[in-house]
T-cell receptor, first 111, second 113 residues
């Protein structure tokens, strides 16, 4: 049981480049989330999904897109990276009730 | 004003001490309360999940909720150096609303051997 896994662990992008962060969970959770964590800001929700094929915007969705084609996977895309998107990105998943389980994070630097 | 306030610390205590970590909140609709532990460069790990007021104990950890004061606490007994981490509180008003979990910014805790 691997829990929540994220790929890649680290990435450096130049401004304007695009990339996709991959998240997978093997706990059969219905809900999946993407958060970003910045110093002093806590965890902020970017997008979330309450089931396969559904996605919704969170608190800070601008500049990001997501897709959930399979129940176990949740992808986060950056179409044109900006320095303000330098952050640590966490994927999480949960059942309909209970606290989310988090992945190990992806450290992204945009120069 | 933030919905959830948490003292960032750092909080440094000697090994074996009782640690008290706290959060205050402004939204009286919050009913579900969580505590996470986050080691440096790792993802948050769920420690406690509680509903409404009262206490919940799990080993050396006790979560306490005082809804009348809008105040929640996490107590760690017999603290160990391995408890050194950042502790995040989180809360929501509904048990099945994915978008409504609000996190505190975390308290950094250091346990001195």
């Amino acid at each position: 049981n691997a829990g929540v896994t994220q790929t890649p662990k680290f990435r450096v992008l130049k401004t304007g480049q695009s990339m996709t962060l991959l998240c997978a969970q093997d706990m059969n959770h219905e809900y999946m989330y993407w958060y970003r964590q910045d110093p002093g800001m806590g965890l902020r929700l970017i997008h979330y999904s309450v089931g396969e094929g559904t996605t919704a915007k969170g608190e800070v969705p601008d500049g990001y897109n997501v897709s959930r084609l399979k129940k176990q996977n949740f992808l986060l895309g950056l179409e044109s990276a900006a320095p303000s998107q330098t952050s640590v990105y966490f994927c999480a998943s949960s059942y309909r009730t209970g606290g989310p389980s988090f992945g190990p994070g992806t450290r992204l630097t945009v120069t | 004003q933030k919905e959830v306030e948490q003292d960032p610390g750092p909080l440094s205590v000697p090994e074996g001490a009782i640690v008290s970590l706290n959060c205050t909140y402004s939204n009286s609709a919050f009913q579900y309360f969580m505590w996470y532990r986050q080691y440096s460069r790792k993802g948050p790990e769920l420690l406690m999940y509680t509903y409404s007021s009262g206490n919940k104990e799990d080993g050396r950890f006790t979560a306490q909720v005082d809804k009348s004061s809008k105040y929640i606490s996490l107590f760690i007994r017999d603290s160990q150096p391995s408890d050194s981490a950042t502790y995040l509180c989180a809360m929501s008003a509904w048990h099945s609303s994915a978008s409504k979990i609000i996190f505190g910014s975390g308290t950094r805790l250091s346990i001195r051997p």
